[in-house]
């Protein structure tokens, strides 16, 4: 797995107001908190237990970490207390939120990541998770997101960016193509309408496997409404990051839904955004999200340049 690593904090650095909020919402002290590697948020990713023996996780932020994650926080909470006990995701228990920190709880789902590089077995059960979960989420049950296209619009112009404002290090195969890639990029957008509810943010950072081999799809702040082989593409461009499986094929499997224009389109505004993204300065808090970025959006051109043949 590529590093997450924000500066995270932890529970027991928690205001005890913060700390006693979420108490109440759980109906007993915590006795017990671990610390949760992985992910990009500078807050507190704790597992908690309480002195009645129940269990929850936690993530707890305030401006201070970072001025944009306590809104992402209510967002998920927005979206998760929507979700039924029955979809593959974690039961929302409840929300803090007093102006300035927002702690947002959930269900402690019993499980580990999968392993990255992704192994086959694995890989196939996310898979199909995915699709079980587009089957289920169509249309989509969750009010108050934005659709794909909304959301993807501004992301999706990192190749016009680049154009306007081309940085030392552009590639020569990219500076080349730069025009044929804001095209790509312009029909990745528009292949965005549906009504699916997606993630949009599908990795193995954000997904849990429990001991029965389940697949829990947690993290959910940018959810919205798009066609239903979205999240199986931004899984693969994951997959294809680390390597080991042919993405092509598994598309052709997994994502048949979509034609070969919307798949080449979707990855030029996906590699266009990390690219884009990857030269700015680093948000408060998130002293590694800069590179993650960059390796993710060289691997996701490189993944269009084998589809195009270039």
Not at 41 to 66: E, I, M, Y
Not at 203 to 215: K, M, Q, S
Request: one cysteine or more.
């Amino acid at each position: 797995m590529v590093a997450g690593g924000g500066s995270r904090i932890r529970w027991e650095q928690l205001p005890v107001r913060v700390q006693h909020g979420v108490e109440e919402i759980l109906g007993s002290p915590v006795v017990d908190a671990w610390s949760q590697p992985g992910g990009f948020s500078p807050g507190t990713a704790d597992r908690l237990t309480t002195a009645a023996g129940g269990r929850a996780f936690v993530k707890a932020v305030s401006p201070a970490q970072n001025p944009d994650t306590p809104g992402i926080h209510r967002t998920e909470a927005a979206v998760c207390r929507q979700f039924t006990d029955d979809l593959p995701t974690a039961r929302f228990l409840g929300l803090y939120d007093d102006g300035e920190w927002v702690a947002l709880v959930l269900e402690d789902v019993e499980g580990r990541h999968p392993t990255t590089p992704w192994v086959a077995d694995e890989l196939e059960a996310t898979l199909d998770a995915l699709a079980t979960l587009a089957r289920r989420l169509t249309p989509s049950p969750v009010d108050g997101v934005p659709t794909a296209t909304e959301a993807v619009a501004p992301l999706f112009g990192g190749w016009s960016r680049l154009v306007e404002d081309p940085p030392d290090g552009l590639g020569p195969w990219e500076a080349t193509h730069l025009d044929q890639l804001v095209v790509l990029s312009r029909a990745g957008v528009e292949a965005m309408a549906g009504d699916t509810l997606a993630h949009l943010d599908v990795r193995a950072d954000n997904l849990l496997i429990r001991p029965d081999g389940e697949v829990v799809v947690v993290d959910w702040p940018q959810a919205c409404t798009g066609p239903p082989w979205l999240d199986t593409l931004i899984l693969l461009a994951h997959v294809n990051l680390h390597g080991g499986h042919d993405v092509d094929a598994l598309a052709a499997r997994y994502a048949r839904e979509a034609s070969a224009a919307q798949i080449d389109g979707f990855l030029g505004g996906l590699a266009g955004f990390f690219l884009d993204a990857a030269r700015r300065p680093s948000p408060i808090g998130l002293p590694t999200v800069r590179h993650f970025q960059q390796v993710q959006g060289v691997a996701t051109l490189d993944w269009l340049r084998r589809r195009l043949g270039t």
